[in-house]
């Protein structure tokens, strides 16, 4: 049986260097919201300016995610750098991207509510409920995939689509589980929301984008799934 060539030297330092920017950006992503984003700018301060900075960055992470998660720029990559290559380069430019979109965040002015004794609670257990939901979901996923580890796998025939669980409750559970978690903050300063607002309107803008390529790779079983499972992100609302 032929075995594939061992990978390159600089193809694994890429794939190292793609894996560690992965955990950094989570890890000091995570610390960034849960501590910067709780700062209030002085009630004086600008809004506007500090505003379209902060959608401009989450901006250009989203549109390197969106690009070149489309099969035309995958094909392309895969042609010059092969699929491999391709994946780590995807996850180092979306991993910085993220990490800046978190700790080159500006504080905003104003403080929209702050959950008080009890309350607060139940927003940090809607937030548990998001991570839970996301981990839950993300089950049927490769870690290894997601860090650039190893190499994206391609629908093939036989396949079968995951419609049990949480999937059988929103086509995309994981975008649900972001959801619980950023509007489920138990403080939430105008830092924050505004930070919830815009990744959640990507997620929606960019839900039809990724069902097209899940149609493409998938055909008759996804638009059946489509019509049997109706939500796309949110139980009755979307």
């Not at 960055?57 to 750098?81: E, G, N, Y």
């Not at 105008?190 to 839900?207: D, E, K, N, Q």
Request: positive net charge; hydrophobic residues 50%.
């Amino acid at each position: 049986m032929p075995t594939s060539p061992a990978p390159s030297l600089s193809l694994l330092l890429l794939k190292g260097v793609g894996a560690l920017l992965f955990f950094v950006s989570l890890t000091a992503g995570g610390k960034q919201y849960f501590q910067a984003f709780d700062e209030i700018a002085p009630s004086d301060a600008p809004f506007l300016m500090p505003l379209c900075w902060n959608v401009a960055i989450f901006s250009a992470f989203a549109l390197h995610h969106s690009v070149l998660a489309r099969t035309p720029m995958k094909r392309w990559l895969h042609a010059r750098v092969g699929p491999e290559a391709e994946r780590s380069i995807y996850v180092v430019v979306a991993s910085l991207l993220f990490l800046a979109s978190t700790v080159l965040w500006q504080p905003l002015p104003g403080l929209w509510y702050a959950l008080p004794g009890a309350w607060w609670y139940v927003g940090a257990a809607v937030q548990a409920a998001g991570v839970v939901v996301t981990l839950l979901a993300a089950r049927t996923l490769s870690v290894r995939e997601l860090m650039g580890l190893a190499p994206p796998r391609r629908a093939a025939a036989g396949d079968v689509l995951e419609t049990r669980g949480l999937y059988g409750l929103v086509r995309h559970p994981i975008y649900f589980g972001w959801l619980l978690f950023v509007g489920g903050a138990p403080v939430m300063t105008s830092t924050r929301l505004v930070f919830a607002v815009v990744s959640v309107a990507y997620l929606v803008l960019a839900i039809p984008f990724e069902e097209r390529s899940l149609v493409e790779s998938f055909g008759t079983p996804y638009r059946d799934y489509q019509r049997q499972v109706r939500w796309r992100m949110m139980p009755g609302v979307y």
